[in-house]
C-alpha cells in the first residue's frame, strides 16, 4: 500500500476515529477520566437497517467510569458527533446505544475510497505485525489427497490470507506425522511393490497394507534406482530405507495435490526430526521442572470394566487437569515411546517458539483432544513467559454425492476420491468456494451436479456471475464511448446508494471474521453482494432509466458504470482471499 493509500480511512474506521475523538474532547472536558480504558467501544451498522447506517455503545462501555447515567453520556456524545458534516442525525436509542445516520456525501466518498485503495480495499492494520502460526491439513503421508482433507485445507488457507489481510504475519504449517506405526505400513506397501516392480508376482495385496495403485509409481522408481539389492534383505536393513523414501514420495504427491487448489504452505515440520532433535525430552524436563509432569498411574477406564490383561503402569503424566481437563494424560506410553500426546505437545512448544498465537485446524473427529493440547499450550506459555492464544478450529467431514447416492472413501482399499479428481472435474474455484459456504463445524453435502449449476442456489456461480457481469457492463459502456468516472457521483440515487452501503461493509466483515477465525464470513457476505448487485441489475429490466448505460445521459452513466466498477473491486478482493477467480467472462 503507499503512502497516499495509507492515508485514506475507509468509512468505517473513519467513523471509529470520530468517535474516538469526541471521547478524548470529553476527558479534556473532564466529563470523563484522563486515559479512560476505551477498548470495548465499537461502531458497526445496527441489527435493523431503519435504526441508522452506523451505532456506537460508546455511552453504554464508559457510564460506569465516567460515574454517569449512561443516556446522558451518550447525550453529550451524540451532540458532537451531530456536528460532524458527514452526520445527518445522533439519535440516541434504548439504554444508551448512539444510532448515527450518514449524509449520502459520506457515502460517495467510500465509493472514491474504494477506487483509490484498489486491492488494498478492506486491508487492516488489525493485527499489528503480530505472527500468527496457522496448521493445516497435516494429513499422514500415506497417499494422495482426498476429499476428507479438502475442507480443512480450504479452511486453513482462506483463514492464513484473510489474517494477512487483516495485518498479521503468518506462518503456513504442515505437520508430517513421519514417526508412527502408519509410515512403517507404508513403507511396507512401498516394498511389496519394489518386489513387483522387479518382476515377482505379489498376488493379491495383504490385509493392513495400503493397495492403492499410487504406490505402484513409487516401486517402480525405487526398483530402477535401488536394482535388485534389497530383494533379498531382512525387514530391519530395507524398512528405514523404504520408510523415507516412500515419505518423501507421498509429500510430493501431497504438494502436488495442494498446488491443484492453489495452496502451499510455507514450513512443513517433520514429526521424526522433531523426535531425533530431542524435543519432546526437552518439552518434558521443562514440564517437570514446573511440577507439570510427574510419574503417576493412569485409572482403570471408566464406566466399564477394565479389560482383563489390564495392570497399573506408572507413567510419566502431564496435569492437564490443572487446565480443565478431566484427567491427567500420558506422555509416554509403558515401552518408553512417545505417546501422541507426548509429541503433540513438543510439536506446540516448538511452534510457540516462533508465534504470538496459533490456531490449528483439526477434523472433528480429534475433538477429543482438543482440552488436552489446549492445556499443555496454557503450560508452554508460561515458559515463553507471555500467554500463546491458541485456537483449534474442528472442520466436519464432507458428504460427497453424485445422483443422489453418498460416494464412499476409504483410504485402506483404495476406493477414494482424490482432490486431483475433484478438481478436474468441477474446477479449483468451485471446490474451494463451496467447501466455505457452511461454518466448518456443520456438516455439509457436496453434490457433484449441483456445484455446477448456474443458478442462484449455486452460491460460486452466483457470486463469479456477478463480477463477470459487471465486466460485461463495462465492455458494453467501453464499446459506446463511456467508461466509469467519479465527476459525476453526486448523481447517483437511493437504489445506487444501498449498493454502496453494502460495498462498505467489506472491511468491517474482514476484521471480524479475521477476530472470529472465521472465513466463512466473507463468502457469506460475497453471496448477499452479489444479490445485492443482481437485485439493482433487475431494476434495469423492469425501468430502462435503471439501467447502468443510459445513451443519452453520459454523466449518469459513468457515475453508474464508477459504481459497478467498485462493487466489482470488491468481489475480486473478497475471492482474492477464499482463493477464487474473478471472472471476467461466463
Given at each position: 500500500?503507499?503512502?497516499?493509500?495509507?492515508?485514506?480511512?475507509?468509512?468505517?474506521?473513519?467513523?471509529?476515529?470520530?468517535?474516538?475523538?469526541?471521547?478524548?474532547?470529553?476527558?479534556?472536558?473532564?466529563?470523563?477520566?484522563?486515559?479512560?480504558?476505551?477498548?470495548?467501544?465499537?461502531v458497526e451498522p445496527p441489527r435493523e437497517a431503519s435504526h441508522g447506517d452506523l451505532a456506537t455503545n460508546a455511552a453504554m462501555v464508559l457510564a460506569k467510569q465516567a460515574r454517569a447515567n449512561?443516556?446522558?453520556?451518550?447525550?453529550?456524545?451524540?451532540?458532537?458527533?451531530?456536528?460532524?458534516?458527514?452526520?445527518?442525525?445522533?439519535?440516541?436509542?434504548?439504554?444508551?446505544?448512539?444510532?448515527?445516520?450518514?449524509?449520502?456525501?459520506?457515502?460517495?466518498?467510500?465509493?472514491?475510497?474504494?477506487?483509490?485503495?484498489?486491492?488494498?480495499?478492506?486491508?487492516?492494520?488489525?493485527?499489528?505485525?503480530?505472527?500468527?502460526?496457522?496448521?493445516?491439513?497435516?494429513?499422514?503421508?500415506?497417499?494422495?489427497?482426498?476429499?476428507?482433507?479438502?475442507?480443512?485445507?480450504?479452511?486453513?488457507?482462506?483463514?492464513?490470507?484473510?489474517?494477512?489481510?487483516?495485518?498479521?504475519?503468518?506462518?503456513?504449517?504442515?505437520?508430517?506425522?513421519?514417526?508412527?506405526?502408519?509410515?512403517?505400513?507404508?513403507?511396507?506397501?512401498?516394498?511389496?511393490?519394489?518386489?513387483?516392480?522387479?518382476?515377482?508376482?505379489?498376488?493379491?495385496?495383504?490385509?493392513?497394507?495400503?493397495?492403492?495403485?499410487?504406490?505402484?509409481?513409487?516401486?517402480?522408481?525405487?526398483?530402477?534406482?535401488?536394482?535388485?539389492?534389497?530383494?533379498?534383505?531382512?525387514?530391519?536393513?530395507?524398512?528405514?530405507?523404504?520408510?523415507?523414501?516412500?515419505?518423501?514420495?507421498?509429500?510430493?504427491?501431497?504438494?502436488?495435490?495442494?498446488?491443484?487448489?492453489?495452496?502451499?504452505?510455507?514450513?512443513?515440520?517433520?514429526?521424526?526430526?522433531?523426535?531425533?532433535?530431542?524435543?519432546?525430552?526437552?518439552?518434558?524436563?521443562?514440564?517437570?521442572?514446573?511440577?507439570?509432569?510427574?510419574?503417576?498411574?493412569?485409572?482403570?477406564?471408566?464406566?466399564?470394566?477394565?479389560?482383563?490383561?489390564?495392570?497399573?503402569?506408572?507413567?510419566?503424566?502431564?496435569?492437564?487437569?490443572r487446565f480443565g481437563d478431566d484427567q491427567d494424560r500420558p506422555i509416554r506410553k509403558s515401552d518408553g515411546k512417545w505417546t501422541y500426546f507426548g509429541a503433540d505437545l513438543a510439536y506446540h512448544?516448538?511452534?510457540?517458539?516462533?508465534?504470538?498465537?496459533?490456531?490449528?485446524?483439526?477434523?472433528?473427529?480429534?475433538?477429543?483432544?482438543?482440552?488436552?493440547i489446549k492445556a499443555a499450550v496454557a503450560a508452554l506459555s508460561q515458559g515463553q513467559g507471555k500467554p500463546i492464544p491458541f485456537d483449534v478450529k474442528l472442520v466436519q467431514m464432507v458428504q460427497?454425492?453424485?445422483?443422489?447416492?453418498?460416494?464412499?472413501?476409504?483410504?485402506?482399499?483404495?476406493?477414494?476420491?482424490?482432490?486431483?479428481?475433484?478438481?478436474?472435474?468441477?474446477?479449483?474455484?468451485?471446490?474451494?468456494?463451496?467447501?466455505?459456504?457452511?461454518?466448518?463445524?456443520?456438516?455439509?453435502?457436496?453434490?457433484?451436479?449441483?456445484?455446477?449449476?448456474?443458478?442462484?442456489?449455486?452460491?460460486?456461480?452466483?457470486?463469479?456471475?456477478?463480477?463477470?457481469?459487471?465486466?460485461?457492463?463495462?465492455?458494453?459502456?467501453?464499446?459506446?464511448?463511456?467508461?466509469?468516472?467519479?465527476?459525476?457521483?453526486?448523481?447517483?440515487?437511493?437504489?445506487?446508494?444501498?449498493?454502496?452501503?453494502?460495498?462498505?461493509?467489506?472491511?468491517?466483515?474482514?476484521?471480524?471474521?479475521?477476530?472470529?477465525?472465521?472465513?466463512?464470513?466473507?463468502?457469506?457476505?460475497?453471496?448477499?453482494?452479489?444479490?445485492?448487485?443482481?437485485?439493482?441489475?433487475?431494476?434495469?429490466?423492469?425501468?430502462?432509466?435503471?439501467?447502468?448505460?443510459?445513451?443519452?445521459?453520459?454523466?449518469?452513466?459513468?457515475?453508474?458504470?464508477?459504481?459497478?466498477?467498485?462493487?466489482?473491486?470488491?468481489?475480486?478482493?473478497?475471492?482474492?482471499?477464499?482463493?477464487?477467480?474473478?471472472?471476467?467472462?461466463?
Amino acid at each position: 500500500m503507499s503512502k497516499q493509500q495509507s492515508e485514506i480511512r475507509t468509512l468505517h474506521a473513519a467513523f471509529a476515529e470520530k468517535v474516538d475523538a469526541v471521547l478524548a474532547a470529553l476527558e479534556m472536558e473532564g466529563f470523563l477520566p484522563a486515559e479512560c480504558p476505551r477498548a470495548g467501544v465499537t461502531v458497526e451498522p445496527p441489527r435493523e437497517a431503519s435504526h441508522g447506517d452506523l451505532a456506537t455503545n460508546a455511552a453504554m462501555v464508559l457510564a460506569k467510569q465516567a460515574r454517569a447515567n449512561p443516556r446522558d453520556l451518550a447525550a453529550r456524545i451524540a451532540e458532537k458527533l451531530a456536528q460532524d458534516p458527514d452526520v445527518e442525525a445522533a439519535e440516541i436509542a434504548g439504554p444508551g446505544f448512539i444510532n448515527l445516520h450518514l449524509s449520502d456525501t459520506a457515502w460517495r466518498a467510500e465509493l472514491a475510497a474504494i477506487a483509490a485503495l484498489g486491492d488494498d480495499y478492506g486491508r487492516s492494520p488489525l493485527g499489528a505485525s503480530t505472527t500468527v502460526n496457522v496448521e493445516y491439513v497435516s494429513a499422514n503421508p500415506t497417499g494422495p489427497m482426498h476429499m476428507g482433507h479438502c475442507r480443512g485445507a480450504v479452511v486453513g488457507d482462506a483463514l492464513a490470507a484473510l489474517l494477512e489481510f487483516a495485518g498479521h504475519r503468518v506462518i503456513r504449517e504442515y505437520y508430517v506425522n513421519d514417526a508412527g506405526s502408519q509410515v512403517d505400513t507404508l513403507a511396507r506397501s512401498a516394498y511389496l511393490r519394489y518386489r513387483e516392480a522387479s518382476g515377482e508376482d505379489i498376488g493379491a495385496i495383504p490385509e493392513g497394507l495400503y493397495p492403492g495403485d499410487y504406490l505402484i509409481v513409487v516401486g517402480q522408481r525405487l526398483a530402477k534406482e535401488l536394482g535388485a539389492r534389497f530383494m533379498s534383505e531382512p525387514e530391519a536393513e530395507w524398512l528405514p530405507i523404504f520408510r523415507a523414501e516412500a515419505v518423501t514420495a507421498m509429500m510430493d504427491l501431497i504438494r502436488d495435490d495442494l498446488a491443484l487448489l492453489g495452496i502451499h504452505h510455507d514450513v512443513f515440520s517433520s514429526e521424526a526430526a522433531l523426535q531425533l532433535a530431542k524435543k519432546p525430552e526437552a518439552a518434558e524436563a521443562w514440564l517437570r521442572k514446573h511440577d507439570l509432569v510427574y510419574d503417576g498411574v493412569l485409572e482403570a477406564p471408566k464406566g466399564k470394566a477394565p479389560p482383563e490383561d489390564w495392570e497399573p503402569v506408572e507413567l510419566p503424566l502431564f496435569r492437564s487437569t490443572r487446565f480443565g481437563d478431566d484427567q491427567d494424560r500420558p506422555i509416554r506410553k509403558s515401552d518408553g515411546k512417545w505417546t501422541y500426546f507426548g509429541a503433540d505437545l513438543a510439536y506446540h512448544m516448538q511452534k510457540a517458539e516462533q508465534a504470538d498465537a496459533l490456531i490449528d485446524i483439526w477434523g472433528a473427529d480429534h475433538s477429543g483432544t482438543v482440552k488436552r493440547i489446549k492445556a499443555a499450550v496454557a503450560a508452554l506459555s508460561q515458559g515463553q513467559g507471555k500467554p500463546i492464544p491458541f485456537d483449534v478450529k474442528l472442520v466436519q467431514m464432507v458428504q460427497l454425492m453424485r445422483g443422489g447416492e453418498p460416494l464412499k472413501m476409504s483410504k485402506r482399499s483404495g476406493n477414494f476420491v482424490t482432490i486431483a479428481e475433484m478438481v478436474e472435474e468441477v474446477g479449483k474455484d468451485v471446490v474451494r468456494f463451496t467447501m466455505l459456504t457452511r461454518k466448518p463445524e456443520a456438516q455439509m453435502e457436496f453434490d457433484f451436479a449441483k456445484v455446477v449449476e448456474a443458478s442462484k442456489d449455486n452460491p460460486v456461480f452466483y457470486v463469479q456471475y456477478a463480477h463477470a457481469r459487471i465486466h460485461s457492463t463495462l465492455r458494453k459502456g467501453a464499446i459506446e464511448g463511456l467508461v466509469p468516472s467519479a465527476d459525476h457521483i453526486d448523481l447517483l440515487g437511493a437504489e445506487e446508494l444501498d449498493l454502496i452501503k453494502q460495498a462498505a461493509q467489506f472491511p468491517r466483515i474482514v476484521e471480524a471474521a479475521a477476530q472470529a477465525r472465521e472465513p466463512h464470513r466473507l463468502a457469506f457476505y460475497l453471496y448477499e453482494l452479489a444479490g445485492a448487485l443482481h437485485a439493482y441489475w433487475n431494476l434495469g429490466n423492469d425501468s430502462p432509466g435503471k439501467r447502468f448505460i443510459i445513451a443519452q445521459e453520459s454523466d449518469l452513466s459513468g457515475a453508474r458504470l464508477f459504481l459497478a466498477d467498485q462493487i466489482g473491486q470488491v468481489i475480486r478482493n473478497g475471492l482474492a482471499l477464499l482463493g477464487v477467480e474473478a471472472v471476467e467472462e461466463m
